[in-house]
């Protein structure tokens, strides 16, 4: 028996326009689709659709306009396989064969080669001082896995060099900190840049330690700030004393220059 819904498959024009053709049925149903796609499924007007017809020309429209859509966004910017499958599927909600087969057809266009995507961000990375560690969570983030990402060695003296090329850098940016904050902030940094502790305990040599006599100028000028922003208080002396000791150690003051200081300029 003949399906109830076989007219509404019946095409009632065909028009052309750029590289792209409009075929509309009966049912006021339009279908846009690429030259290729027309001509591969000798489309015209009055001919009449089987329910499988329409439906592998429906199949093959939705793959040829999302192959185009990710072609755009890869002229934008570079996907891994990962990241690409993760559109097709969300944003195009397409199924696992018609995933496939796109990921095939960009693959052997070289548009998607996770291996040179890789290769590219880790020499990317390295120029710009990352460590190990945060090399391989931003390919991670990329969608590039384990496969790959095994294979990538990385020298344990080149990272010791970056790192202590980043301490040389930052000794000028914490100059007007103590000898021990700095390295505490180098340190922690160092972390979030992805170094492992080899390259950090390495690199730390290179904290540059500021001289005494200039650190304690800088103690005693931290006192008498600190000194005349508590004053004004109602507290005890020892009370006060001890509230600007803290806060001076936090700084990363050493014990002795403290008290020598606060007896000094009692």
Same mark, same amino acid.
């Given at each position: 028996?003949?399906?109830?819904?076989?007219?509404?498959?019946?095409?009632?024009?065909?028009?052309?326009?750029?590289?792209?053709?409009?075929?509309?049925?009966?049912?006021?149903?339009?279908?846009?689709?690429?030259?290729?796609?027309?001509?591969?499924?000798?489309?015209?007007?009055?001919?009449?659709?089987?329910?499988?017809?329409?439906?592998?020309?429906?199949?093959?429209?939705?793959?040829?306009?999302?192959?185009?859509?990710?072609?755009?966004?890869?002229?934008?910017?570079?996907?891994?396989?990962?990241?690409?499958?993760?559109?097709?599927?969300?944003?195009?909600?397409?199924?696992?064969?018609?995933?496939?087969?796109?990921?095939?057809?960009?693959?052997?266009?070289?548009?998607?080669?996770?291996?040179?995507?890789?290769?590219?961000?880790?020499?990317? *990375?390295?120029?710009?001082?990352?460590? %190990? @560690? /945060? +090399?391989?969570?931003? =390919?991670?983030?990329? #969608?590039?896995?384990? !496969?790959?990402?095994?294979?990538?060695?990385?020298?344990?003296?080149?990272?010791?060099?970056?790192?202590?090329?980043?301490?040389?850098?930052?000794?000028?940016?914490?100059? *007007?900190?103590?000898?021990?904050?700095? %390295? @505490? /902030? +180098?340190?922690?940094? =160092?972390?979030?840049? #992805?170094?492992?502790? !080899?390259?950090?305990?390495?690199?730390?040599?290179?904290?540059?330690?500021?001289?005494?006599?200039?650190?304690?100028?800088?103690?005693?000028?931290?006192?008498?700030?600190?000194?005349?922003?508590?004053?004004?208080?109602? @507290?005890? +002396?020892?009370?006060?004393?001890?509230?600007?000791?803290?806060?001076?150690?936090?700084?990363?003051?050493?014990?002795?220059?403290?008290?020598?200081?606060?007896?000094?300029?009692?």
């Amino acid at each position: 028996m003949p399906s109830k819904n076989i007219g509404e498959k019946k095409i009632k024009k065909v028009s052309k326009f750029k590289n792209k053709v409009n075929v509309v049925l009966v049912n006021n149903e339009k279908l846009t689709m690429d030259v290729d796609t027309y001509s591969s499924f000798y489309l015209y007007e009055n001919k009449v659709l089987s329910n499988r017809e329409y439906k592998k020309l429906k199949e093959r429209i939705a793959i040829s306009s999302s192959l185009s859509d990710l072609k755009k966004v890869l002229s934008k910017k570079r996907l891994s396989e990962w990241k690409a499958r993760e559109y097709l599927y969300n944003k195009k909600q397409l199924n696992k064969i018609q995933v496939d087969e796109i990921i095939k057809i960009l693959k052997n266009q070289h548009l998607i080669d996770d291996k040179l995507l890789s290769n590219d961000y880790v020499s990317y *990375l390295n120029d710009k001082g990352f460590g %190990k @560690e /945060k +090399i391989l969570n931003t =390919l991670h983030n990329k #969608g590039i896995f384990d !496969e790959i990402t095994s294979k990538i060695t990385f020298s344990q003296t080149k990272e010791n060099k970056k790192a202590k090329d980043l301490v040389l850098k930052l000794n000028d940016k914490y100059k *007007l900190l103590t000898y021990q904050n700095k %390295k @505490e /902030k +180098i340190y922690a940094y =160092l972390l979030r840049q #992805g170094f492992n502790h !080899e390259s950090i305990d390495h690199a730390l040599k290179f904290v540059s330690e500021p001289k005494r006599s200039v650190e304690i100028s800088q103690l005693k000028k931290d006192y008498l700030k600190l000194k005349t922003r508590y004053q004004s208080n109602d @507290e005890q +002396i020892e009370s006060l004393n001890d509230k600007i000791f803290i806060k001076l150690k936090q700084k990363g003051y050493k014990t002795d220059d403290i008290k020598l200081v606060m007896e000094d300029k009692e």
